[in-house]
């Protein structure tokens, strides 16, 4: 179910947290499969030879519980031991509960959009979080997030379900939108196009004719339905199968088999960004 959209709010200039309180509702290993793929192939961008000094990982936005941020922290810290995670959220409330939990090298502040911890960033995760806000606000968001990376940062951005099975991504560097990863549970769905309503908020109300996304996720039905017969070796055979498919007939499809089999799978943004709107200004600018 989709959030009723607001605008956004508060004023980082005024002292106050930029953003909007979330529902904040959330549940235990929800973030598994875009954790896999940031201490996967995006794990280099932890690297203290990479950062130049040991990196910073934030979690923005991570709930009523701070569970979620310890089991980043700990993910984070079996790829980059020396890594700091530093978990954010807007409700004072939040932010007590997880101090309660403080380890070295995992802290909690109150804060929002502006990420307000000294350094630049390495690495921030905002998920489920605005999903609330109306889609207009959604370029300005990335840009102020976007503003607190190193230059080999990556802001993650994305919805899942609530416990994980249906998820998908957008991975924004200082340059602006770099890709879309979809990763869905085996079994949990029939459809690849099942990750609808799990897109993004920059993409959510793009499925429809006209759009790349639908073209995108039509295409991947189709190529999900060609390999049926694969499914007699496993559902990921036949998900590698759809992949090479979509890619041989020119979607940019990155990575490779290895990520394929997991159920996982990442586009380049400019194959499925929108045709019209804010987010179109960004792909044309």
Same mark, same amino acid.
């Given at each position: @179910?989709?959030?009723?959209?607001?605008?956004?709010?508060?004023?980082?200039?005024?002292?106050?947290?930029?953003?909007?309180?979330?529902?904040?509702?959330?549940?235990?290993?929800?973030?598994?499969?875009?954790?896999?793929?940031?201490?996967?192939?995006? $794990?280099?961008?932890?690297?203290?030879?990479?950062?130049?000094?040991?990196?910073?990982?934030?979690? %923005?936005? !991570?709930?009523?519980?701070?569970?979620?941020?310890?089991?980043?922290?700990?993910?984070?810290?079996?790829?980059?031991?020396?890594?700091?995670?530093?978990?954010?959220?807007?409700?004072? #409330?939040?932010?007590?509960?997880?101090?309660?939990? #403080?380890?070295?090298?995992?802290?909690?502040? %109150?804060? $929002?959009?502006?990420?307000?911890?000294?350094?630049?960033?390495?690495?921030?995760?905002?998920?489920?979080?605005?999903?609330? !806000?109306? #889609?207009?606000?959604?370029? $300005?968001?990335?840009?102020?997030?976007?503003?607190?990376?190193?230059?080999?940062?990556?802001?993650? /951005?994305?919805?899942?379900? /609530?416990?994980?099975?249906?998820?998908?991504?957008?991975?924004?560097?200082?340059?602006?939108?770099?890709?879309?990863?979809?990763? %869905?549970?085996?079994?949990?769905? #029939?459809?690849?196009?099942?990750?609808? /309503?799990?897109?993004?908020?920059?993409?959510?109300?793009?499925?429809?004719?006209? =759009?790349?996304?639908?073209?995108?996720?039509?295409?991947?039905?189709?190529?999900?339905?060609?390999?049926?017969?694969?499914?007699?070796?496993?559902?990921?055979?036949?998900?590698?199968? @759809?992949?090479?498919?979509?890619?041989?007939?020119?979607?940019?499809?990155?990575?490779?088999?290895?990520?394929?089999?997991?159920?996982?799978?990442?586009?380049?943004?400019?194959?499925?960004?929108?045709?019209? $709107?804010?987010?179109?200004?960004? =792909?044309?600018?």
């Amino acid at each position: @179910m989709v959030q009723k959209a607001t605008r956004l709010g508060g004023r980082s200039r005024t002292g106050r947290p930029l953003g909007n309180t979330t529902r904040g509702t959330t549940n235990p290993n929800r973030m598994r499969r875009v954790d896999r793929w940031l201490t996967g192939p995006q $794990g280099w961008r932890l690297r203290p030879a990479v950062t130049g000094a040991p990196p910073i990982a934030v979690d %923005l936005g !991570y709930g009523a519980s701070p569970r979620t941020a310890v089991e980043f922290f700990e993910r984070i810290r079996a790829v980059s031991p020396s890594a700091r995670v530093v978990g954010i959220e807007i409700e004072p #409330e939040r932010v007590a509960r997880g101090a309660a939990l #403080e380890l070295e090298g995992l802290d909690f502040m %109150l804060g $929002g959009f502006e990420i307000p911890v000294a350094a630049q960033v390495s690495v921030i995760r905002a998920f489920n979080v605005l999903r609330q !806000y109306d #889609e207009a606000d959604v370029p $300005g968001i990335w840009d102020t997030m976007a503003s607190r990376l190193t230059t080999t940062g990556v802001l993650i /951005e994305g919805t899942c379900d /609530e416990i994980g099975r249906r998820s998908s991504w957008v991975a924004v560097t200082k340059d602006g939108p770099q890709t879309l990863s979809i990763s %869905l549970r085996f079994g949990a769905f #029939e459809l690849p196009s099942d990750v609808a /309503e799990r897109l993004p908020k920059a993409l959510i109300h793009r499925n429809i004719t006209g =759009e790349r996304i639908h073209e995108f996720l039509g295409a991947a039905d189709a190529a999900w339905l060609t390999a049926s017969p694969l499914a007699t070796f496993g559902n990921s055979q036949r998900f590698v199968a @759809m992949c090479r498919a979509l890619r041989e007939a020119g979607w940019p499809i990155c990575d490779s088999a290895a990520r394929w089999r997991l159920g996982e799978m990442t586009v380049l943004w400019d194959a499925v960004a929108p045709r019209s $709107g804010a987010l179109a200004r960004i =792909e044309e600018n």
